[in-house]
């Protein structure tokens, strides 16, 4: 099993960059693959970026293809969001979720453990 805390979110103006952090529990960290999902008011949970399990493979969703990066470090289990040229349709809460297979995919249902968010919030 595996415990995610999410971190590092906040107001932000347009055009403006933030971090995000997930923190994992558990020594099997490596062997899950890790993705950011965001969910805005009355929207569908959708995928923002995936990664596998060594970070060779990397997955994003459309709309920050270019302006996010994701990465995780084994040694600390920790997951990263780096998110540049914010724009307000980027407000939403943001988890971090883990799925236990190598297949990097955008489907929520595959991932078996989430964290409890972080908000994000773009002003214009």
């Known amino acids: 099993q595996v415990l995610l805390v999410e971190s590092g979110g906040g107001l932000v103006q347009a055009g403006g960059s933030l971090r995000l952090s997930c923190a994992a529990s558990?020594?099997?960290?490596?062997?899950?693959?890790m993705a950011w999902f965001r969910q805005a008011p009355g929207k569908e949970r959708e995928l923002v970026a995936a990664?596998?399990?060594?970070?060779?493979?990397?997955y994003y969703g459309d709309s920050v293809k270019g302006r996010f990066t994701i990465s995780r470090d084994n040694a600390k289990n920790m997951v990263y969001l780096q998110m540049n040229s914010l724009k307000p349709e980027d407000t939403a809460v943001y988890y971090c979720?883990?799925?236990?297979?190598?297949?990097?995919?955008?489907?929520?249902?595959?991932?078996?453990?989430w964290g409890q968010g972080t908000q994000v919030t773009v002003s214009s």
């Open positions: 990664i596998s399990r060594v970070g060779g493979g990397l």
């Open positions: 558990g020594r099997t960290f490596s062997t899950y693959t």
């Open positions: 979720a883990a799925d236990p297979s190598s297949l990097v995919t955008g489907q929520p249902s595959r991932y078996d453990y």
